[in-house]
């Protein structure tokens, strides 16, 4: 299973994996909790202001008494139907994870704008919070409406930009739900540039429209406070630097954590590791973003075990040398040493036993040819039934190739009659030209190596059935091979192959 990246918060939101109903009494609690503070925060906006930019001497006392038992009436009020309307709205919106099925692309849609709709509630609240202590100000100190209207309308753009951030962390898992199966080309969402826009605009533009309209209210005051409109503007100053700072952080970090899950991933695929994926949550470009390299990786999972695969059954030298083109349609002239292994008595051994043991026997025996093969950089090029062709110094060059293949065959011969002693098996070894490269048709073809060499292979190996050892190679393999390695070789006899007019010297195990 390819292992998910996700975000460092997942301890704390969940995982989308997780039971519908474990996941939303975790964004429940965690929706009320952060909603609360929010709110509270914005409670504390409206004491400050109100204190600052109250004209006069501030705000009387009956009316901070009356604020006193209004906001936090209010502030409860409004929490508890937030919650509960947010609550009725999710449910609503997400039925369909609660019947364990695939969302339509509207409930799709639906879902991913949870956020806005969540945070349009919590502006509605707030909008009735202007007018409720608008017209409490009205009542009591009738000089004071304009800065409560300004005063809980600032707070309440800053509290719905922050519930904006914080509803659309705690919904995650939800996205990521319902972003899974989506078309990679299809954003849901509103864009990374819009969204950033419109929340500086939240957090830090009105703010700084609240300077202005501050500096306003100063110039229609025949004799104005210069402490006072001081204190307004740092006031609203505060605001602008910590409220403003921490919907840009939070702002930045919905945009940065789908960027760094996907570094973190990269740098894995980078190392040679393509089980790896990132978790879809983001409906905007961020989620194209990830879903593209989840894609990206998928087609590279693709590729490799393509080119495993091609590697088992060619060869990985001929599966690298075709994927670089080094290797030339239809073929080239190389030197080259073969070795050729066939069994004995193999069809004795078949008629007496089931098939079953007869193929995990065969099994056996190419697993000893290819394993000394493979360990010196030689080619298994064909299985043919019980016989086995193997090539070294194509399709990749090998300086010492005689050394190779007759170190193969000496080992190869040891291991066969210590692990295999109920199997013989003849081995022959020669070297000299041969064309190496594909033969067959554009459509399908093998690569292969075709010549004397080949044909000389062959024929000692039939012959070496009947020699001591087993082994028998010519003498050009011994005399092109390394002075160590010659001399784990004897003479044998001078031969007239089959199909040839001129004797071979062959030689054998020492």
């Not at 349009?120 to 608008?134: A, D, E, K, P």
């Not at 990269?266 to 949550?281: A, C, I, S, W």
């Not at 879903?291 to 690298?320: C, K, P, T």
């Amino acid at each position: 299973m390819a292992s998910v990246y996700r975000r460092g918060n997942d301890w704390l939101v969940g995982s989308p994996e997780q039971p519908f109903t474990r996941l939303r009494a975790r964004v429940q609690v965690l929706l009320t909790t952060l909603l609360i503070l929010t709110n509270v925060i914005g409670a504390g906006i409206v004491f400050g202001l109100t204190f600052l930019i109250t004209p006069g001497e501030g705000p009387s006392s009956s009316y901070l008494t009356a604020l006193a038992i209004a906001v936090p009436v209010y502030v409860v009020g409004a929490v508890v139907i937030g919650a509960s309307t947010v609550t009725v709205s999710a449910l609503r919106a997400l039925r369909w994870a609660l019947e364990e099925r695939e969302p339509t692309d509207a409930e799709r849609r639906t879902a991913l704008r949870l956020p806005l709709r969540l945070t349009l509630i919590q502006s509605l609240l707030w909008f009735g919070g202007v007018i409720v202590f608008g017209t409490l100000a009205i009542v009591i100190q009738p000089g004071a409406a304009v800065s409560a209207f300004f005063a809980v309308g600032i707070a309440g753009v800053v509290v719905s930009a922050i519930a904006y951030l914080v509803t659309e962390f705690a919904l995650r898992p939800v996205a990521a739900r319902a972003l899974a199966g989506r078309s990679s080309t299809d954003r849901l969402g509103a864009g990374v540039q819009r969204r950033m826009i419109v929340f500086w605009s939240l957090g830090t533009g009105a703010p700084v429209l609240g300077l202005v309209v501050a500096a306003s209210i100063a110039l229609t005051i025949d004799d104005p406070s210069v402490t006072r409109l001081s204190w307004v503007v740092a006031g609203l100053a505060v605001v602008i630097l910590v409220f403003g700072l921490l919907v840009t952080v939070l702002n930045a970090r919905a945009v940065v954590g789908p960027i760094k899950a996907v570094q973190a991933a990269l740098t894995k695929v980078g190392e040679g590791n393509f089980d790896v994926e990132v978790r879809v949550d983001d409906g905007t470009e961020l989620g194209l973003l990830q879903s593209g390299f989840n894609e990206m990786v998928q087609g590279l999972r693709e590729r490799e075990r393509i080119r495993d695969l091609f590697g088992r059954h060619v060869g990985q030298s001929v599966a690298r040398a075709a994927t670089v083109g080094d290797v030339e349609l239809g073929g080239e002239t190389r030197i080259v040493s073969v070795l050729m292994i066939d069994l004995i008595g193999s069809t004795t051994y078949a008629e007496n036993r089931p098939p079953s043991e007869v193929v995990g026997m065969l099994n056996r025996f190419f697993e000893v040819v290819v394993e000394e093969v493979d360990r010196r950089n030689g080619l298994v090029n064909k299985f043919m039934g019980d016989a086995v062709l193997a090539i070294f110094g194509a399709p990749v060059d090998l300086d010492d190739h005689a050394t190779a293949a007759l170190a193969s065959a000496r080992v190869i011969a040891a291991r066969l009659t210590a692990e295999m002693p109920e199997i013989g098996a003849g081995i022959g070894v020669s070297t000299g030209q041969a064309v190496a490269g594909n033969v067959g048709h554009s459509s399908r073809f093998e690569y292969t190596v075709i010549g004397d060499a080949v044909n000389a292979a062959a024929r000692l190996t039939e012959l070496a059935k009947d020699v001591e050892g087993r082994v028998l190679v010519s003498s050009t393999s011994v005399s092109a091979a390394s002075p160590e390695e010659k001399s784990l070789w004897v003479d044998h006899e001078s031969i007239v192959l089959r199909g040839r007019d001129e004797l071979t010297d062959t030689c054998r195990l020492a």
